[in-house]
T-cell receptor, first 109, second 118 residues
Framework: SQQGEEDPQALSIQEGENATMNCSYK?????LQWYRQNSGRGLVHLIL?????REKHSGRLRVTLDTSKKSSSLLITASRAADTASYFC?????????FGEGTQLTVNP | EAGVVQSPRYKIIEKKQPVAFWCNPI?????LYWYRQNLGQGPELLIR????????DSQLPKDRFSAERLKGVDSTLKIQPAELGDSAVYLC????????????????FGEGSRLTVL
């Protein structure tokens, strides 16, 4: 069963704009991870945020975590065409890492 | 450093035929995962190994799927016989730490094996 759910399912923006994707989950977690998947490729780890952290930055990525609302957001600033991909949040469910359905981001040149 | 290597990248078979996928994890990674990803969905765990021991195979359809991890390194996932609904991408991943731990928990994925069952 899916632990995390991403919103929106699909997002289309212009190059240079910011993209925000949201993830909601159901049970308590000790960390939450975001992954990117380019078409036809494997998943690539982007960032991990621990339950005692509220915000984390990595280059053009900003991740927030609100454990009281059981939600996280991924912000990509100044998007580029190369950011076009599917983005997944992943949460530990017991000893298992469970992925959401993903957000398909399209960045138009 | 080499990443997770999977083969074959693509496989097309008739239903009821067998198929096998191979995975070589990153050197030194003790944990290995097989995920299945259907089109437009997120990956779903089939089986997780800690070294050579399968510690979570609750979602592996054991009537037709089998897996092994030889000497705690390479792994093979087999389907026999394949059904139409098995068409998907089979992803292998490895990690140094258990996914639910408070350490990195980062998974490193291979490029996947895309299976089409006709």
């Amino acid at each position: 069963s899916q632990q995390g759910e991403e919103d929106p399912q699909a997002l289309s923006i212009q190059e240079g704009e910011n993209a925000t994707m949201n993830c909601s989950y159901k049970t308590s977690i000790n960390n939450l991870q975001w992954y990117r998947q380019n078409s036809g490729r494997g998943l690539v780890h982007l960032i991990l945020i621990r339950s005692n952290e509220r915000e984390k930055h990595s280059g053009r990525l900003r991740v927030t975590l609100d454990t009281s609302k059981k939600s996280s957001s991924l912000l990509i600033t100044a998007s580029r065409a190369a950011d076009t991909a599917s983005y997944f949040c992943a949460t530990p469910s017991g000893s298992r890492l469970t992925f959401g359905e993903g957000t398909q981001l399209t960045v138009n040149p | 450093e080499a990443g997770v290597v999977q083969s074959p990248r693509y496989k097309i078979i008739e239903k009821k035929q067998p198929v096998a996928f191979w995975c070589n994890p990153i050197s030194g990674h003790n944990t290995l995962y097989w995920y299945r990803q259907n089109l437009g969905q997120g990956p779903e765990l089939l089986i997780r190994y800690e070294n050579e021991e399968a510690v979570d195979d609750s979602q592996l359809p054991k009537d037709r799927f089998s897996a092994e991890r030889l000497k705690g390194v390479d792994s093979t996932l087999k389907i026999q016989p394949a059904e139409l609904g098995d068409s998907a991408v089979y992803l292998c991943a490895s990690s140094l730490d258990q996914a639910g731990s408070t350490n990195t928990g980062e998974l490193f994925f291979g490029e996947g094996s895309r299976l089409t069952v006709l």
